[in-house]
């Protein structure tokens, strides 16, 4: 049924004096009338059918003048508790004729006689309105995808064309879709829609039933009878507060109410808060029977704060016409949804009885190309594709003898980078790496560990990454899945089971033993291989290949102006994906990259003192990272390009770096990004306005990256509408290693481009403007402190305890605004577990991030009705009991460190305590550190704590003595 | 536009600052009730506004834009008034502001003890208990819809003392008082209450306003050496314009000071900041 569309805007808007919106129950006819008007024998025609009498207006100019145009906008906008009839005499003979009702004393069709009794001279009594309007129900709050103004009390009209006329029935059952659709991800079965007769009513939405079987829930009486216990009031239809002219309120003689409409009783209570609804929505079907173009209003102000109508035309079709609250909604986002509207009418419409109401599509394909285009940048896409060893090759040829790559005791020209790495994947050769082949690294941050990663590139194999502190069993089971056969290291403990290990020295000696190095890789081979947490119980390893790397360059280097005169820091393990960002994203831009040691990373003042002294100049940190950078004093930093990513930012804590560092010296981008879509997906440019309005947008895509946001289905969802982000383009990796099911199920072809789109499992919202707002996991998983974990994978940990029964995992925050105090609390069955027994068995297999802070045991799990866990009802955590209570004579620093520990960590300490055990933490520990110095006390540096993690340690050490 | 879809009602309109406050509202999208007593009052040495002149303002308005609604209305009279505002809210639906504006100057120009009875009773009659008739019918609907904005339009003798001018001083003085405690009345429902302190306002002549003339006539000095005088003892060294008041007054009426109320704005050039 839906042709072609025109969206209108055909009156302006007004504004709801107050809370009171004297108008929404009025409507309005405005007609035209041309040559000379006999005012007294319409004053006559008036006075035959009710006590009203006729205003006329000298314009004092022509009718097409801008005044003229004001004057009749004010006149039809204007509310009345009766029957107002005004007539704007023009100066060129011209004249409008305008009437405003009261619906409680006219209805539609009374409007419509009165003005055929006004301008033809029909006679007769006017009828009497079949039911009075009700009072309308409260407003809902302003719905997220409705882009409005808070605190805007105007509001303003839109309106879309129909070929042809849809039955105004179905046009609640459309609108409940509609909405129940713009509901977005995780939305109830039901929705509330409204009526001007009947108020609020609910409307169930069975994803599976007939869409024919979308009607209101309660009982539909007609329009002609007022069902008992129905919110109409027949004897009392004006609302409260406005007082009814009690000389004039309703036409006497006539046979309109005869009772005095003045509200006798307190008003009814609006039973529940509605978003939309309609008025006259059974009159859909009458057109105004005078011979002039007439214009009909239905509302003077929104009732409802989106309120639609269906509005017959007289050369034919229906125009769907919709008041919005500008506080709610903008006038974009009722143009599209009017389209979408119209889009689900027309299918109601021609359903036939097989139709369920799932198959209902919100967009039709010019909808969805339009959206689906909003989730890309305007931008150029990146260049050809190539291999991350070619692009290197163009740099090093360019500036040689630039330096390259330095961790504080060697630097590494370009020129030395790549004969080191040559060498090193001479020896992987020899040990007869060939194309294809994967090689592990697990190397500590120094510039060893960048020499490796291209020297297995170089031999046309894919690097795996792990972290030298990664349990030994995260690095077997590393290495069995990947089916590791080399792993460089250096670790002497490097489990047995888990791939040969080799030192970079033992590949160097053994060079000379292998021929020339392959040639002639495609740039789809993969580069590398990232696990990741996975919903599966262990990680996945992430296969991406060369080409997404140098198209992630690509996207950034013109916009941030990467280059030679860049100094980059490593600070990421090279198991976390930043660091892929951070490595390649300096030296295919031919910029340093000043390598971080981890303790150094872990200490910010330390770090400071590195950004300080190498000058770096372009910094990747978590948010989590830099709020502690953050803590020290960080002015003489030349920082010219902070990146964050890997959990979501709080734009706010920017404004304390903003004072020190203006944006036209440090630009600020936050990142959003999934491991599966390379590092990162989309760019916002933080400013000192973004930050102080606590933005929670992550950009639009990067150029060459498609965003999408779908339904449970997979369908694209209007804009601001909230559903599953899907990421497409340059970014997608190659799937997950040796599991093509799961890669089948969240890799599929994309259907707006080439190539394919990653399911991301992460929820958001694209914005009109093609911003997208990250609001988080659809599963169970969780970021702390960067770290991504999913909480399923640390209760199957627990679970594979033979002494566990049961298991569960909640993440808590002693403090809810404080992301730093975010902790994993495990609750295991029975009751009787040793829980300091789980939670060491545990350690032995999980990374210190994943390891819950508490483990606490209960007889049971509490579950919800549905057999869920019911986390709310998980007790407090049992925390690790303190120590007894200090010996007399323990020294006044003994006494000051417990008396800060127990206030940072939220629970009493026990000079024997375990720093880490209650809960400590990298952040916490730099908390304590402030606290200390606030006392005029030495801080502790973190690789004491990590070294001797009691209070009576450190003070035994002499440290505080 | 920033009265558009406001009805606003001025009493005092057919002339002088009454004009100028119309057109001022008109301009910004308002539509108007007008009203004026269109008579002269008996005790008042000086003609009052005219219905010619009333219309004239009216016609000045729809130039402008405005529907316009005009009637004759006698603040002295409750009836009066409550008969004017029914027929606006009739024609307009409601009220958004009032601009009470009606006012005279004389019977003036002698000491405390030389003013009859009957001079003192008309004078607070017009200028203080005038402004009240008028709040008093139009409060009611404005609380009950949570909105409106009403402004009494006092004068410098509202703040300070003027030779000879008790009853004015005093009414003034007393327009303040009131402006005050409606607006503590009113606060709760929304309704604001503020008053406006025009310094000397010349006599504009397409204003067709007079008090200043009729002010040095009550001191019988000539107009020029009055205006000088007061142009001297403003510190801005200027008399103030019509459309300055009316400037003021859009100001209180509209939104932009919504959470303006029981204030007092001077529009005197510095002459009470001494």
Redesign the interface.
């Given at each position: 049924m839906v042709g072609e569309h025109v969206v209108g805007e055909h009156m302006v808007g007004g504004h709801m004096a107050g809370g009171h919106m004297a108008g929404e129950q009025c409507h309005a006819v405005r007609v035209r009338l041309s040559g000379p008007v006999a005012v007294e024998e319409l004053t006559a025609r008036l006075a035959a059918v009710g006590p009203w009498r006729l205003w006329v207006e000298e314009t004092a100019v022509g009718s097409g003048e801008p005044v003229a145009r004001r004057l009749g906008a004010a006149e039809l906008n204007r509310p009345t508790q009766s029957v107002r009839c005004v007539l704007l005499r023009h100066r060129d003979d011209v004249a409008d004729l305008v009437v405003v009702a009261h619906r409680a004393v006219l209805d539609r069709e009374g409007l419509d006689r009165l003005t055929d009794v006004l301008v033809s001279g029909a006679a007769g009594p006017l009828p009497v309105p079949s039911a009075a309007p009700v009072t309308p129900p409260s407003a809902a709050p302003a719905p997220d995808w409705g882009g409005g103004r808070r605190g805007d009390t105007s509001w303003g009209t839109r309106a879309l064309d129909l070929p042809d006329s849809p039955a105004a029935t179905g046009l609640l059952a459309a609108l409940a879709l509609t909405l129940h659709r713009y509901a977005g991800h995780g939305a109830s079965g039901e929705v509330r829609v409204a009526t001007d007769r009947r108020g609020a009513l609910r409307i169930e939405v069975p994803a599976d039933a007939p869409a024919s079987s979308l009607r209101p829930a309660q009982p539909t009486p007609t329009d002609s009878t007022v069902p008992t216990g129905s919110p109409v009031r027949p004897d009392n239809p004006v609302p409260t507060g406005s007082p009814v002219r009690p000389d004039n309120p309703v036409p006497t003689g006539s046979p309109v109410r005869p009772d005095n409409p003045v509200p006798t009783g307190s008003p009814v209570r609006p039973d529940s808060p509605v978003l939309a609804g309609l008025v006259e929505p059974a009159a859909g079907d009458r057109t105004f029977r005078v011979g002039a173009p007439a214009e009909y209003l239905p509302c003077l102000a929104p009732p409802f704060p989106l309120t639609l109508a269906l509005l017959p035309q007289p050369a034919g079709g229906t125009r769907l016409w919709a008041a919005y609250r500008h506080s709610h909604f903008s006038a974009g986002t009722v143009e599209t949804f009017l389209r979408h509207l119209a889009h689900v009418l027309g299918q109601f419409t021609d359903a036939t009885p097989d139709t369920l109401v799932d198959d209902i599509e919100l967009l039709d394909a010019a909808e969805r190309e339009r959206v689906a285009l909003l989730g890309r940048p305007t931008a150029t896409p990146p260049g050809a594709p190539e291999r991350i060893t070619d692009a290197l090759a163009k740099v090093t040829a360019a500036t040689p003898d630039a330096p390259a790559v330095g961790d504080g005791t060697s630097v590494l020209t370009y020129r030395e980078l790549d004969e080191r790495a040559e060498q090193v994947a001479r020896g992987l050769v020899a040990r007869g790496i060939t194309p294809g082949d994967r090689v592990g690294i697990c190397l500590e941050r120094t510039t060893e560990l960048v020499v490796t990663m291209l020297a297995v590139l170089k031999a046309g194999a894919a690097y795996v990454p792990t972290d030298p502190a990664y349990p030994a069993d995260r690095l077997a089971h590393t290495a069995r899945d990947a089916g590791l056969e080399l792993v460089v290291t250096r670790l002497a403990e490097y489990p047995a089971d888990a791939g040969t290990p080799v030192t970079p020295d033992d590949l160097t000696a053994a060079a000379g033993q292998a021929g020339a190095l392959p040639t002639g890789g495609s740039p789809d081979d993969p580069a590398y291989v990232i696990y990741t947490s996975g919903s599966t119980g262990r990680p996945k390893g992430v296969v991406v290949p060369h080409r997404n790397v140098v198209a992630l360059i690509d996207a950034t280097r013109e916009d941030y102006g990467l280059g030679p005169d860049d100094v980059w820091s490593l600070f990421h393990s090279g198991a976390f994906d930043f660091s892929v960002w951070e490595t390649w994203g300096c030296l295919l831009t031919g910029g340093r990259l000043v390598v971080v040691p981890y303790l150094v990373s872990r200490e910010p003042g330390e770090f400071r003192d590195l950004l300080v002294r190498e000058r770096v100049t372009v910094l990747s940190q978590t948010p989590s990272a830099f709020s502690q950078l953050l803590e020290t004093d960080h002015a003489p930093l030349v920082v010219r390009l902070v990146v964050f990513g890997g959990e979501p930012l709080d734009a706010r804590m920017l404004l304390r770096w903003f004072d020190r560092h203006p944006e036209d010296e440090c630009r600020m981008v936050n990142m959003f990004g999934i491991t599966e879509t390379t590092v990162h997906v989309t760019a916002q440019t933080l400013t000192r306005e973004l930050a102080l309005a606590g933005s929670k947008s992550v950009g639009p895509a990067l150029p060459g990256w498609h965003l999408y946001v779908t339904d449970a289905r997979g369908r694209l969802v209007p804009p601001g509408v909230t559903g599953e982000i899907r990421v497409g383009g340059a970014g997608v990796a190659l799937g997950y290693l040796g599991q093509p099911d799961l890669t089948a199920a969240r890799f599929s072809p994309d259907p707006y481009a080439e190539g394919r789109q990653y399911h991301s499992g992460d929820l958001g919202r694209l914005r009109p403007d093609g911003t997208l707002e990250h609001l988080g996991r659809i599963d169970s998983q969780v970021k702390i402190r960067g770290f991504r974990i999913e909480l399923d994978e640390i209760r199957s940990v627990l679970l594979e305890d033979p002494e566990v029964h049961a298991a569960a995992m909640v993440v808590r925050r002693d403090d809810p605004a404080d992301p730093a105090t975010a902790r994993l609390d495990a609750y295991v069955v029975p009751a009787d577990l040793d829980t300091a027994g789980v939670r060491k068995r545990a350690a032995s297999v999980l990374p210190a991030y994943m390891l819950p802070a508490t483990v606490t045991a209960l007889d049971a799990l509490p579950l919800t009705t549905n057999g869920k866990l019911d986390a709310q009802r998980l007790p407090d955590p049992v925390r690790a009991a303190p120590a007894a209570p200090a010996p007399e004579g323990t020294d006044d620093a003994a006494l000051v460190l417990r008396e800060i520990w127990s206030d940072i960590l939220g629970t009493p300490v026990g000079i024997d305590d375990d720093f880490f055990e209650l809960g400590g933490n990298s952040l916490l520990a730099v908390r304590i550190s402030a606290a200390l110095r606030g006392r005029g006390m030495p801080a502790v540096p973190l690789r004491d704590l990590f070294r001797t993690p009691t209070i009576r340690a450190l003070t035994e050490a002499g440290r505080h003595a | 536009m920033r009265l558009?879809?406001?009805t606003v009602l001025v009493t005092g309109a057919a002339r002088g600052l009454g004009r100028a406050t119309a057109l001022a509202c008109a301009a910004e999208?308002a539509?108007l009730a007008l009203l004026d007593v269109c008579d002269d009052l008996a005790g008042v040495p000086y003609p009052l506004g005219t219905k010619g002149q009333l219309e004239h303002t009216a016609?000045l308005c729809?130039?402008?834009?405005?529907?316009?609604l005009s009637a004759a209305c006698d603040v002295r009279d409750l009836a009066s008034v409550e008969s004017a505002v029914?027929l606006a809210?009739?024609?307009?639906?409601?009220i958004?502001a009032v601009v009470n504006n009606a006012g005279i100057a004389a019977p003036s120009g002698k000491p405390v003890h030389d003013i009859a009875e009957d001079e003192w009773a008309l004078m607070i009659d017009v200028d203080l208990t005038g402004a009240w008739r008028v709040m008093r019918t139009v409060a009611r609907?404005m609380s009950?819809?949570?909105?409106g904005s009403i402004v009494n339009v006092s004068s410098t003798a509202g703040l300070v003392g003027y030779r000879h001018f008790a009853g004015y001083v005093a009414a003034k003085h007393g327009l303040i008082g009131l402006t005050k405690a409606a607006a503590l009345d009113y606060a709760p429902t929304?309704v604001r209450v503020n008053a406006v302190c025009p310094g000397s306002v010349r006599d504009d002549a397409t204003a067709e306003g007079r008090m200043l003339a009729e002010i040095a006539r009550a001191l019988d000095v000539q107009v020029g050496e009055h205006e000088q005088t007061f142009t001297e003892a403003q510190p801005m060294n200027a008399l103030i314009e019509p459309e300055d008041v009316a400037a003021a007054v859009v100001y209180l009426v509209s939104?932009d000071s919504r959470q303006v109320t029981g204030s007092v704005l001077t529009v005197d050039g510095g002459f009470t900041a001494r």
């Open positions: - | 558009t879809g406001k999208g539509s016609t729809r130039k402008a834009g405005a529907a316009v029914a809210e009739d024609r307009f639906g409601r958004d609907a009950a819809r949570r909105s929304k939104d």
